[in-house]
């Protein structure tokens, strides 16, 4: 029979220990986020819906971001077991340099438009973190900013080559001039995606007052407030704006783009060059023969061509194709740490997070970024030590299996003859 007493006062404020509330909001709602995803959520809440979904938006039908997130989450972990790593391993050495985790922040273009610390927030950050930050051909902040907001850390370019080559041109030695190492040469935007989310908010550069952005905004009026008190947005490589995204990269970029510019680039550039917007073996293979010092197996996270070939995916054959001593990295669908240690085990030497970070930037600034690398680290680490790894170079394709539900016909049918 269960023994009953009056209840000691002493006894119960024992049991229970009020928290001690944070009075900070920004500090608390970033602490309530405990994964990119809940990031999102404050971010949506915070941001203009213009905005918001220019960064959360893809192309057309957004297959290709769909495809690529559920590659990721369709991954069978296979950990071993009584092999204990209590302490793991997460910096990577990629592109002649060092890294304190297996990812760094990839271009992002208008990043002002998102939260107005735009680009000295993710590259402040970056350079806590220990991890590279990639500016972008169509950033808000100079080349020159990102600098001195990345003194002593890794800066990467990443380049479009424009119609007016020589704006191309002067980027790239503005670059390096400041000091960045890596130029990410990108290769798949030869015209916009159709990014229709943008098109059905009216989203435009500079924004542009309706009576539906004015009726979204009054509950955000720091969004507002930012915009208004701060710097007028500035873009390097645009002269000038007015128009849809798509509009002023279709007026920008070039159609002609070829081996050819990257041959001029590469007489200009002279640190390490990576192509970005690799989306088959072949063309992996071809610029290895060509001699670049790497590649981003990359869909532009799903902003150009809708139904493209999903990155995750590709990995393991292109691995095979160009062998382990040639740079291979990732991009597109990213949203935990586990998505990263995957890619990883997968032959990835190198992954980079674009709407992951600008979730967080939108969340809360530079903490938001700060919060954003925190939160993978974590999910980094954890998948580590239940996989019983100790550091990155511990990971094989056996940790592994893809799951798939998109299977190729023809490779469908031939499996079902062999059987």
């Not at 197996?297 to 292109?318: C, K, M, T, W, Y």
């Amino acid at each position: 029979m269960v023994q009953r007493q009056v209840p000691n006062p002493a006894e119960l404020l024992d049991l229970m220990k009020f928290k001690k509330p944070e009075f900070n909001g920004k500090k608390r709602r970033l602490d309530s986020a405990l994964t990119i995803d809940d990031l999102r959520t404050i971010a949506k809440r915070r941001t203009p819906k213009a905005a918001f979904d220019y960064t959360d938006g893809a192309a057309e039908g957004e297959l290709s971001l769909t495809r690529a997130r559920q590659a990721f989450q369709d991954v069978e972990f296979h950990p071993g077991i009584l092999r204990p790593a209590p302490d793991v391993d997460t910096a990577v050495e990629i592109l002649g340099g060092p890294s304190a985790l297996p990812f760094g922040i990839a271009p992002t273009g208008f990043t002002r438009l998102m939260q107005t610390e735009g680009e000295v927030a993710g590259a402040g950050a970056a350079a806590a973190a220990g991890i590279p930050f990639t500016l972008s051909t169509l950033g808000t902040t100079s080349i020159e900013g990102v600098k001195a907001a990345n003194p002593h850390g890794r800066n990467w370019f990443q380049l479009y080559v424009m119609r007016d080559r020589e704006i191309s041109y002067e980027l790239t030695r503005r670059a390096a001039a400041a000091g960045f190492d890596t130029l990410q040469f990108t290769v798949d935007t030869p015209v916009a995606g159709a990014r229709l989310r943008d098109k059905r908010n009216g989203f435009s550069i500079p924004p542009q007052l309706t009576l539906g952005t004015i009726i979204n905004a009054i509950p955000r009026p720091w969004w507002w407030y930012d915009f208004l008190t701060t710097p007028k947005l500035e873009f390097a490589s645009l002269s000038t704006t007015g128009g849809t995204v798509g509009e002023l990269l279709d007026a920008a970029m070039d159609p002609t783009i070829s081996y050819d510019d990257l041959a001029v680039i590469r007489d200009i550039w002279p640190g390490k060059i990576v192509i970005k917007g690799v989306q088959n073996v072949e063309d992996s293979v071809r610029l290895r023969d060509a001699g670049v010092d790497g590649i981003v197996l990359s869909n532009h996270g799903g902003r150009q061509l809708d139904r493209a070939p999903i990155p995750f995916h590709l990995l393991p054959e292109v691995r095979t194709a160009v062998g382990d001593d040639f740079t291979v990295m990732v991009d597109t669908g990213i949203m935990n740490g586990a998505d990263i240690v995957a890619a990883a085990a997968l032959g990835a030497d190198f992954t980079l997070i674009g709407r992951a970070y600008l979730y967080g930037l939108m969340a809360g600034g530079r903490a938001g970024v700060d919060r954003t690398i925190e939160i993978l680290r974590t999910e980094i680490e954890r998948t580590m030590r239940l996989l019983g790894v100790a550091s990155l170079a511990e990971l094989e394709p056996s940790h592994v299996t893809q799951l798939t539900r998109l299977v190729p016909v023809a490779r469908a049918a031939s499996e079902a003859v062999v059987r």
